[in-house]
């Protein structure tokens, strides 16, 4: 019998946020005995909870690590973006005892934490992607090549959070420059698409949730998504995964552009805050993780 079966625990980490609040639902609904984590104290769906570091401190993977070990875990699913680089490189410490991870492996981690490196691996690699400056480019350099509306956001950050719309020279010239990236304006409708993609033969799982309703109006995370089938969507962001090398549960904002073509805003290498509307994305991963092929 294999140790998922044996041994019902899973750690969520973030369960203080939309996408570890989704997870540990989805496992609690199903009968898991949920160990949730975060930074700060929080109540979530999770069977109890554990304080650890943040993920920047020292002190945070061998945190981590105690409470798996500590909690009889068979399963730890990391959630919050900054964690990924530093949980994909505790894989070989879970393994040795005999815990599943389910998270990309580090180097397509850790481009999909960095959106200038995204758009640059994805549009070398022919996948389509708004086009994109660094931060440091001169503030006429980007106006003249982008036009206005034009978007800046934080190079490393947390899918739509912080993106700011620039509609005026005046605008762009207050912006900060440090860590960000600057990006054209798409116009058209955007996407959350949530995937499950496995290494060998098993089938990749792709849903598309068209956003209804924007935190920001014009761009930020969802407020509101509705299923909805489209192929091209799906077909885009599953060629984004496979570029950059990624597996487990994926989350991915894709955008339309001016002549309705989709393309690639953001990757996330983790589960998503909408995930719960795209459930059999956590199915495969359930199936994966009592399978024996999360590992």
């Given amino acids: 019998m294999l ?16 996408a570890g609040r989704a997870a540990a639902t989805y496992f609690a609904e199903k ?32 945190a981590l690590l105690a409470v798996a070990v500590d909690e009889g875990a068979a399963l730890v699913l990391p959630t919050v973006t900054e964690e990924l680089p530093v949980v ?18 580090p180097p397509g981690v850790d481009v999909a934490n960095d959106k200038l490196l995204t758009a640059q691996e994805l549009g070398a690699k022919g996948v389509a992607v708004p086009r994109t400056f660094a931060g440091t480019t001169p503030c006429a350099t980007v106006a003249a090549a982008l036009g206005f509306p034009l978007l800046s956001k934080p190079r490393f950050g947390r899918g739509g959070r912080g993106v700011v719309v620039h509609r005026t ?38 849903t598309v949730l068209r ?15 509705e299923r909805v089938s489209r192929p091209d969507v799906a077909a885009l962001g599953l060629r984004a995964a496979r570029v950059l090398a990624l597996e487990g549960p994926l989350d991915m904002d894709i955008r339309l552009g001016h002549d309705g073509a989709p393309a690639v805003l953001d990757v996330n290498a983790r589960v998503g805050a909408n995930v719960l509307s795209a459930r059999e994305v956590m199915d495969a991963l359930d199936d994966a993780w009592r399978n024996g092929r999360c590992a």
Avoid at 11 to 17: D, S
Avoid at 169 to 198: H, K
């Fill in 88 to 105: 994909a490189r505790m894989r070989p410490e879970l393994r040795d005892r005999g815990i599943a991870l389910s998270v990309s492996d």
């Fill in 169 to 206: 020279m005046t605008d762009l010239s207050r912006a900060g420059q440090e860590e960000i990236v600057w990006q054209a304006f798409l116009p058209g409708e955007e996407f959350d698409v949530n995937l499950f993609v496995e290494r060998g033969d098993h089938a990749p799982t792709v």
């Fill in 31 to 62: 009968g898991y005995r949920v160990i949730g984590t975060d930074m700060r104290e929080v109540t979530s769906p999770s069977w109890a909870f554990r304080l650890v570091p943040a993920a920047r401190e020292p002190a945070f993977p061998r």
């Fill in 3 to 18: 140790y998922a079966r044996l041994v019902s625990c899973v750690v969520v980490t973030g369960v203080g946020g939309p």
């Fill in 211 to 225: 956003k209804v309703t924007l935190k920001e109006g014009l761009v930020g995370n969802a407020l509101s998504v």
